[in-house]
């Protein structure tokens, strides 16, 4: 099984300022990732797919990157609706197994 | 309006069953393969198992694997969970979840969710 491991565990910062989010898979999983922000009683939502390209709807202040391992999430100017918790999320090959990340938590400094 | 809600969370015992449903308007249902993610109190996302459209193919984590069935019915707009064996370990919110793609086109990441729906597993 794949493993995703999200760092930080939790990150303080300001509105304004840039939030970089980190995600490393255990082994290759090409570009095959996804990211989804998480407020508290809510659904998860989609923020970006194939590691790079943004969901419907989602703010270009959202960008991500990475192949491989790595792979990197970017809110280039926090504004105060961004705090919340981020995933992200892979499939393995063939049978499909899905695995999330553990999360990341955006919070208010 | 795309709209995805759940139904049929509670309170159960361990060792009991439970059927969760989703039932999904605004889009053609059995053009999308869909998926079940669960997330226990207070803690992180749990992939559950996902379905085609045409209802072909059924995928299960391991951790549910013999004990939870995924099936659809395409006539009614609705996906369902079959629970048994439920044990304390899968209390938790079910959300179910649109995959991207289309018709034979599936992606495994996920573009519209509902709301979830608690299942309590507790004597």
């Known amino acids: 099984e794949i493993v995703l491991t999200q760092s930080p565990a939790t990150l303080s910062l300001s509105p304004g300022e840039r939030a970089t989010l980190s995600c490393r898979a255990s082994?290759?999983?090409?570009?095959?990732l996804a990211w989804y922000q998480q407020k508290p009683g809510q659904a998860p939502r989609l923020l970006i797919y194939d590691a790079s390209n943004r969901a419907t709807g989602i703010p270009a202040r959202f960008s991500g990157s990475g192949s491989g391992t790595d792979f990197t999430l970017t809110i280039s100017s926090l504004e105060p609706e961004d705090f919340a918790v981020y995933y992200c999320q892979q499939r393995s090959n063939w049978p499909p197994r899905i695995t999330f990340g553990q999360g990341t938590r955006l919070e208010i400094k | 309006e795309v709209q995805l809600l759940e139904s049929g969370g509670g309170l159960v015992q361990p060792g009991g069953s439970l059927r969760l449903s989703c039932t999904v308007s605004g889009f053609t249902f059995g053009n999308y393969a869909m998926t079940w993610v669960r997330q226990p109190p207070g803690r992180g996302l749990e992939w559950v198992s996902s379905?085609?459209?045409?209802?072909?193919?059924?995928y299960y984590a391991d951790s549910v694997k013999g004990r939870i069935t995924i099936s659809r019915d395409n006539s009614k707009n609705t996906l369902y969970l079959q629970m048994n064996s439920l044990r304390a370990e899968d209390t938790a919110v079910y959300y179910c979840?649109?995959?991207?793609?289309?018709?034979?086109?599936?992606?495994?990441?996920?573009?519209?969710w509902g709301r979830g729906t608690l299942v309590t597993v507790s004597s």
């Open positions: 082994q290759s999983i090409t570009i095959d």
């Open positions: 979840a649109k995959q991207r793609g289309r018709g034979s086109v599936v992606y495994w990441h996920f573009d519209l």
């Open positions: 379905i085609f459209g045409s209802g072909a193919g059924t």
